[in-house]
């Protein structure tokens, strides 16, 4: 795999940063493979791309996340906005892909696909965080409601604490959710408040991500070749759930992948997946 070469694209109201690992075009005139994430940008990506020495691999930050920068003055993250960065910088590549979405990023790509199915020509979602497809959906909104509160009230800590309970719900989110939340020192996560509240996972600007409703009509006719995965350590929690109630809308099996919700992850955060057998699984399913 050879060292990825880093790039600026201006698309309206940003300037997204992406890294492309060999040749645009690849020399065998196969597509690239573009692995995104939401809010984790590129920087989670680099083991799972390590193991694609055979394809040009492209990862990118989201507008506002990481290295891309935003000068549209918001601050929301919106899977609309994010396929119409998607599509200009795919058209910057040659005007298709291969794409690989995790968790938020592969509700960016459900949205890319239904308005753009042309630029991609087989999608793989991996455990997209749609609360609006579970039969448990006001609950899940409620449980979400808690972690950034928890957050607001009374920082990172806690707010990270409310969020791993909240991931690690097993079935339908209980009524009661939130009214005993965890110690964050049982985590090892900071107990001090730092004052800090822009973290995009626990701050409410990314709630349209898990609010995005997917036109299921536009993705069932959509020429790409779409894939609904999740992995079998997620089963019953919050994304396996939704990824298979999405899976079943589409009229598919749920297609597993080895792990959990971060199963390509080697050493990026210090809480390693299984990256050699997930990417076995990937080059399977493409």
């Given at each position: 795999m050879t060292n990825p070469a880093t790039h600026t694209l201006d698309v309206p109201g940003a300037t997204l940063t992406y890294d492309?690992?060999?040749?645009?075009?690849?020399?065998?005139?196969s597509p690239p493979l573009l692995l995104i994430g939401q809010p984790m940008g590129a920087s989670g990506f680099?083991?799972?791309?390590?193991?694609?020495?055979d394809r040009t691999v492209v990862t990118y930050d989201p507008r506002g996340l990481g290295r891309s920068t935003r000068s549209d003055g918001e601050a929301t993250h919106t899977p609309e906005r994010q396929a119409e960065d998607l599509h200009l910088l795919i058209a910057e590549l040659g005007g298709q892909v291969d794409l690989f979405g995790s968790s938020g990023g592969a509700v960016t790509g459900l949205h890319l696909v239904a308005t753009h199915p042309e630029d991609v020509r087989t999608f793989v979602a991996h455990e997209p965080p749609l609360l609006t497809v579970l039969p448990d959906a006001d609950a899940a909104f409620a449980a979400e409601q808690r972690v950034q509160e928890a957050y607001d009230q009374r920082g990172w800590g806690a707010g990270m604490a409310a969020f791993i309970a909240l991931t690690s719900v097993q079935g339908e989110f209980p009524d009661d959710f939130g009214r005993e939340l965890p110690d964050p020192a049982v985590f090892g996560l900071p107990t001090q408040d730092d004052g800090t509240r822009t973290d995009p996972l626990l701050s409410g600007v990314s709630n349209a991500v898990t609010a995005y409703r997917p036109d299921i009509d536009a993705l069932r006719a959509a020429s790409t070749r779409v894939l609904i995965a999740a992995g079998i350590e997620s089963k019953d929690t919050m994304t396996w759930r939704s990824s298979a109630a999405l899976a079943e809308l589409l009229g598919q099996e749920l297609t597993v992948f080895p792990s959990n919700h971060g199963g390509f992850l080697g050493d990026e955060y210090g809480q390693p997946g299984q990256p050699v057998e997930f990417a076995a699984r990937l080059h399977e399913v493409l």
């Open positions: 492309v690992r060999g040749p645009v075009p690849a020399a065998d005139g680099g083991t799972l791309a390590s193991h694609f020495p």
